[in-house]
Nanobody, 121 residues
Framework: QVQLVESGGGSVQAGGSLRLSCATS????????VGWFRRAPGKEREGVAC????????RYGDSVKGRFTISRDNVKTTVYLQMNSLKPEDTAMYYC??????????????WGQGTQVTVSS
């Protein structure tokens, strides 16, 4: 069983920045995808970014390219999401997930509880 704990959410004005963290209990001797997803009220869950812990390869959703950066620490137990130039439409609950494939949320088996990000105009 993999546990994921998100932190770093909060409220910020448009144009501001936040950094989310996802602490995982996954076995660091194996490689897997860790993804960030978000769900805004009335909208479907959206893939934001993912990283492969083995080689560090990353993918981003079109709406966040150039503004968000996903990274991991050297021991591969924490994944970060640096969010810059935030917009009101980035307001959502952000979830960290592990064990899936790319930015497809249906393939992920392990999910955190989520952290709220609110961007005001």
């Amino acid at each position: 069983q993999v546990q994921l704990v998100e932190s770093g959410g909060g409220s910020v004005q448009a144009g501001g920045s936040l950094r989310l963290s996802c602490a995982t209990s996954a076995n660091t001797s194996i490689s897997y995808y860790v993804g960030w997803f978000r769900r805004a009220p009335g909208k479907e869950r959206e893939g934001v970014a993912c990283i492969y812990t083995g080689g560090g390869g990353t993918r981003y959703g079109d709406s966040v390219k150039g503004r968000f950066t996903i990274s991991r620490d050297n021991v591969k137990t924490t994944v970060y999401l640096q969010m810059n130039s935030l917009k009101p439409e980035d307001t959502a609950m952000y979830y960290c997930a592990a064990g899936g494939w790319d930015l497809n949320p249906r393939t992920y088996n392990y999910w955190g509880q989520g952290t709220q990000v609110t961007v005001s105009s």
